[in-house]
């Protein structure tokens, strides 16, 4: 379930605003600079490949691109591998790094084929954290400078669309703001959400 909850940035009360209606999830985030979508889901075969990810999404890539000014498109895709035993290991690093608040110098966009993740999104103002947990279907866009984290969940299992200007464009820049410490990781969310 796509769920849009903003929460006091305290990360200790309860939610300002719960819902998982799209229209009202795209007008909240949007009224505050950020872009939520819907985008038609395509069927992925048994042990798809990058190129047949892109391939699927290419028009919706070119257009949005075309649209947004922003040119480079790249597939990222996290799955268990138990036939690697460092998976467990680097998946857990991997989660634990992007759980802490940081900004790019682009437009961060996510368009999510298959999977789910969490976006805290810093918007506005410092008085409250826009969480959003994107389904497949789901494309978000964080604009440039905005504070936010991202949590792909205690076991990383996705296929996303991950646009932004240029490769140097997605480097994170660390706030060392310890406010992500102060909120549930998704799983939470999505258990007291029900």
């Known amino acids: 379930m796509t769920l849009l909850q903003v929460l006091p940035a305290t990360g200790e ?31 992925l075969a048994a042990g798809f490949g990058d190129d047949d990810v892109l391939g699927l999404y290419r028009t ?12 480079h ?9 138990d036939s690697d035993p460092r998976w467990a290991t ?5 989660r634990d790094r992007y759980f802490n608040e ?5 437009d961060e966009v996510w368009f999510f084929a298959q ?22 279907g789901d494309l978000v866009c964080t604009p440039a ?11 990383p299992d996705f296929a996303a669309l991950h646009i932004y200007v240029a490769e140097t464009d997605w480097d994170e820049a660390f706030t ?11 799983e939470e969310l999505l258990a007291t959400a029900r």
Do not use: N
């Open 13 to 43: 009360a309860k939610p300002l605003l719960t819902t998982q209606d799209p229209d009202r999830i795209a007008a909240q985030l949007g009224a505050h600079g950020a872009r939520f979508e819907r985008w038609t889901l395509k069927d």
């Open 60 to 71: 919706e890539a070119d257009r949005f691109s075309a649209e947004t000014g922003l040119g």
């Open 73 to 81: 498109v790249e597939v990222v895709r996290m799955a268990p591998d």
């Open 90 to 94: 680097e998946a857990r690093a991997s």
């Open 102 to 106: 940081h900004t790019h110098r682009s």
């Open 115 to 136: 999977g789910r993740c969490g976006f805290y999104l810093r918007l506005a103002d410092d008085d409250t954290v826009h969480v959003l947990i994107a389904e497949p």
């Open 145 to 155: 400078g905005v504070r936010h984290w991202f949590d792909m969940g205690e076991t």
């Open 176 to 186: 060392g703001d310890p406010i992500a410490s102060r909120f549930p990781h998704m």
